[in-house]
């Protein structure tokens, strides 16, 4: 089917970036959905938590369309949005995203993309457009989907875009392995 309205494609876009970051979460412990795997701490379930804020701030806030509950900010955490407390569950952070993704997705079907809005955080530029936010927010959601995948990749080896469409090729571990040892070898002569 070919997709003609640019609003439709857009969504479209966004949905498939949201798809993959909760399908990142699928089957994997507590810990590690929360475990913090770079020197930055980035963790899968913070990445969610973020993304969560992301939608409710782009399309509630700079539209006049608050989330009607939102997350308590924590003053003395300037990144307490990028991880979960031991107390906030998986299900409550997963369950809170998929919310904020109807609110969007009301905001999103009920403007049109010409519709004004302003992004208090961005200052003197923050005067946009429901095109510019949802082009905004497709390029977030997809940059911590990249994020996620990496991670992912780091705690059980899974790979890929969505479940049935890894978009890699179809090969066994001995293949990635031995691609591996072939890139390490060209970086070690590089150097």
Request: aromatic content about 8%; hydrophobic content about 35%; glycine content about 8%.
């Given at each position: 089917?070919?997709?003609?309205?640019?609003?439709?494609?857009?969504?479209?876009?966004?949905?498939?970036?949201?798809?993959?970051m909760l399908w990142k979460l699928e089957g994997l412990s507590e810990y590690d959905?929360?475990?913090?795997?770079?020197?930055?701490?980035?963790?899968?379930?913070?990445?969610?938590?973020?993304?969560?804020?992301?939608?409710?701030?782009?399309?509630?806030?700079?539209?006049?369309?608050?989330?009607?509950?939102?997350?308590?900010?924590?003053?003395?955490?300037?990144?307490?949005?990028?991880?979960?407390?031991?107390?906030?569950?998986?299900?409550?952070?997963?369950?809170?995203?998929?919310?904020?993704?109807?609110?969007?997705?009301?905001?999103?079907?009920?403007?049109?993309?010409?519709?004004?809005?302003?992004?208090?955080?961005?200052?003197?530029?923050g005067d946009v457009t429901l095109h510019q936010v949802l082009v905004h927010v497709?390029?977030?959601?997809?940059?911590?989907?990249?994020?996620?995948?990496?991670?992912?990749?780091?705690?059980?080896?899974?790979?890929?875009?969505?479940?049935?469409?890894?978009?890699?090729?179809?090969?066994?571990?001995?293949?990635?392995?031995?691609y591996r040892d072939k890139l390490e070898q060209a970086a070690r002569a590089a150097?």
């Amino acid at each position: 089917m070919t997709i003609t309205d640019p609003k439709t494609s857009l969504c479209q876009y966004l949905q498939e970036g949201r798809d993959a970051m909760l399908w990142k979460l699928e089957g994997l412990s507590e810990y590690d959905v929360r475990r913090p795997l770079t020197p930055t701490g980035t963790n899968l379930l913070g990445l969610v938590k973020h993304l969560f804020l992301v939608e409710t701030g782009y399309f509630g806030e700079t539209f006049g369309r608050p989330f009607p509950d939102p997350l308590v900010v924590d003053p003395d955490d300037r990144n307490f949005d990028m991880w979960a407390t031991a107390e906030e569950s998986r299900e409550e952070i997963t369950g809170l995203y998929r919310r904020a993704w109807a609110h969007a997705d009301e905001t999103i079907s009920d403007l049109d993309l010409d519709a004004r809005g302003h992004v208090r955080w961005w200052r003197d530029r923050g005067d946009v457009t429901l095109h510019q936010v949802l082009v905004h927010v497709i390029a977030e959601t997809h940059r911590h989907a990249g994020h996620a995948d990496i991670v992912r990749e780091l705690v059980d080896g899974s790979a890929g875009l969505l479940p049935g469409r890894t978009n890699l090729p179809d090969v066994d571990d001995a293949y990635w392995a031995s691609y591996r040892d072939k890139l390490e070898q060209a970086a070690r002569a590089a150097r």
